[in-house]
């Protein structure tokens, strides 16, 4: 199985700051013979569904904000949120779906310094 | 409007069975391959099963593999998912999910205690 594996666990940004997420793969997540890494990002507020941001490792999905960026190839994988805002708070969990078993990585909670 | 619909959670004991369903609406279910992925109390999120547009092909956690099936009726556009020999570990909320996970129901929580 793949593990999946995000740093750090929590952090606490500003207002109007950046937070960075990251999230490493225990094998690489870039299949060759389309060049798509296959690592996607969600964001899951309190007593919500996650919602689905970044897929294909990079491409937002639609509605996002473009404040939203993923970014990262192979193993390595980073989301970055910019500017952050009030509504932003919440659990980030990357997930791999380059093979069965999907798997999530442990979550990072992103709150308000 | 685009939505997924879970119903079917409760409370049972260990070793009892349950059988959750999904009701789609929205879009063609068919086309689609559909997930169940569940999230034990102040936990992350447990990918559990899939299974193609089809029906014909399935996939299972380890964890759940044997205890298990998920099912889909396309001409009713819901999906299933029998489980059985439940035990504690497996008390969550069970969502279900589409495709590439853009489109989630809201959950339906499933509790396994004596």
């Known amino acids: 199985d793949i593990v999946m594996t995000q740093s750090p666990d929590s952090l606490a940004v500003s207002l109007g700051e950046r937070a960075t997420i990251n999230c490493q793969s225990s094998?690489?997540?870039?299949?060759?013979?389309?060049?798509?890494?296959?690592l996607a990002w969600y964001q899951q507020k309190p007593g919500q569904p996650p919602k689905l941001l970044i897929y294909w490792a990079s491409t937002r999905d639609s509605g996002v904000p473009d404040r939203f960026s993923g970014s990262g190839s192979g193993t390595d994988f980073t989301l970055t949120i910019n500017n952050l805002q009030a509504e932003d708070v919440a659990v980030y969990y990357c997930k791999q779906y380059f093979s069965i078993p999907l798997t999530f990585g442990g979550g990072t909670k992103v709150e308000i310094k | 409007e685009v939505q997924l619909v879970e119903s079917g959670g409760g409370v049972v004991q260990p070793g009892g069975s349950l059988r959750l369903s999904c009701a789609a609406s929205g879009f063609t279910f068919s086309d689609y391959a559909m997930h169940w992925v569940r999230q034990a109390p102040g936990k992350g999120l447990e990918w559990v099963s899939l299974i193609t547009g089809d029906g014909n092909g399935t996939h299972y956690a380890v964890s759940v593999k044997g205890r298990f099936i998920v099912s889909r009726d396309n001409t009713k556009n819901s999906l299933y998912l029998q489980m059985s020999d439940l035990r504690t570990e497996d008390t969550a909320l069970y969502y279900c999910?589409?495709?590439?996970?853009?489109?989630w129901g809201q959950g339906t929580r499933v509790a396994v205690s004596s």
């Open positions: 999910t589409k495709d590439i996970m853009q489109l």
């Open positions: 094998h690489s997540l870039l299949y060759g013979s389309n060049s798509k890494n296959y």
